[in-house]
């Protein structure tokens, strides 16, 4: 499974972000998908993700702000980010899920700061 994430950058508070994952190769074999993070100095947590029955489970600290939603024809997942905080302020990394292996992306640097 080879994942593509693309979307991070600089975003002022209260601004939005959409960040893409396309995975490829051995779709068949995918669980779950979605998306992690690491700000500098702190272990990588989960903020989505989504299985494939469509349901989506979120981060306490999501609140609302963020949703996943999944393209299967894409087969691509989409994490919508709404009133972001400067907390949010990490590398996120698109993560997908097997019976036997869990897969990343590159990571995408999202920034949020005035």
């Known amino acids: 499974v080879q994942l593509q994430a693309s979307g991070g950058g600089l975003v002022q508070p209260g601004g939005s972000l959409r960040l893409s994952c396309a995975a490829s190769?051995?779709?068949?074999?995918?669980?779950?998908l979605g998306w992690y993070r690491q700000a500098p100095g702190k272990q990588r947590e989960l903020v989505a993700a989504?299985?494939?029955?469509?349901?989506?489970n979120y981060a306490d600290f999501v609140q609302g702000r963020f949703t996943l939603s999944r393209d299967n024809a894409k087969n691509t997942v989409y994490l919508q980010m709404n009133s972001l905080i400067p907390e949010d302020t990490a590398v996120y990394y698109c993560?997908?899920?097997?019976?036997?292996?869990?897969?990343w992306g590159q990571g995408t640097l999202v920034t949020v700061s005035s």
């Open positions: 993560n997908a899920l097997t019976v036997s292996k869990a897969y």
């Open positions: 190769g051995s779709i068949s074999s995918i669980a779950a």
């Open positions: 989504i299985g494939s029955g469509g349901s989506a």
